[in-house]
Every structure is written in structure tokens, then in C-alpha cells.
């Protein structure tokens, strides 16, 4: 049985940092990333991972702020988010593949098949 948990998310002035965690188990994964919808918007892309750690993809207004890491030991995925701003805040959830080859963009949702409950993130100005 595949399970994502998601933990983490909290409350945080801006330029605060949190670290967020999925835990992933059930599968072997090949892409595990993070994804996010703020209220009254469309879930986005934030970052994605491959199994080894050696692609790693970003949306751009996270780049430099936002760190995506794997530990294949514990099956972990982390999110460490520094400076954050006010326009982080959102339901932040993992999302994982199992998939070797795909044609999708590892930005694509619809390559993920698993996902986690999420997280909230709240980012106060």
C-alpha cells in the first residue's frame, strides 16, 4: 500500500524558514516532488526530485529560496523553504511517480500517481 505523509507545515513570519517532510513508502519512486494550491487558485508545480537526487527541477519564483533533497535510506523527500514571503502560503502536498519512462515534464501533475494528504504553509506579513 503506497502512503506520502506530509509533515512540517506550520505558521511562519516572512523571511522565516520551514522544512517540510514526506515520508513515502509502498513503491519504489522514481520523481517525488511538491506541489501547492493557495485558496481560490490552481495547484502549481514547486520542485521535484529524481531517484538519485541528480535532476532537480524548480518553479522559478522558488529558485534560490526553496531546496528539494532525498534520502533513499529513510524514503524521505524534504522541502527546506527559506525567505519566505507572504505568496508562499498555500497547501503544500507531495506528490510521487513510479514511473521509469514517461513522456510528461517531471513539472507535469499528471505524472504523478500518488499523493500525500498535504500541508499547510501560512506565511504572515
Known amino acids: 500500500q503506497v502512503q506520502l505523509v506530509e509533515s512540517g507545515g506550520g505558521l511562519v513570519q516572512a523571511g522565516g524558514s520551514l522544512r517540510l517532510s514526506c515520508a513515502a513508502s509502498?513503491?519504489?519512486?522514481?520523481?517525488i516532488g511538491w506541489f501547492r494550491q493557495a485558496p481560490g487558485k490552481e495547484r502549481e508545480f514547486v520542485a521535484t526530485?529524481?531517484?538519485?537526487?541528480?535532476?532537480?527541477y524548480y518553479l522559478d519564483s522558488v529558485k534560490g529560496r526553496f531546496t528539494i533533497s532525498r534520502d533513499n535510506a529513510k524514503n524521505t523527500v524534504y522541502l527546506q523553504m527559506n525567505t519566505l514571503k507572504p505568496e508562499d502560503t498555500a497547501v503544500y502536498y507531495c506528490?510521487?511517480?513510479?514511473?521509469?519512462?514517461?513522456?510528461?515534464?517531471?513539472?507535469?501533475?499528471?505524472?504523478?500517481?500518488?499523493w500525500g494528504q498535504g500541508t499547510q504553509v501560512t506565511v504572515s506579513s
Open positions: 506528490a510521487a511517480s513510479e514511473l521509469i519512462y514517461s513522456s510528461r515534464s517531471p513539472r507535469d501533475s499528471n505524472l504523478y500517481a500518488y
Open positions: 509502498g513503491r519504489t519512486f522514481t520523481w
Open positions: 526530485s529524481s531517484r538519485s537526487g541528480g535532476k532537480v
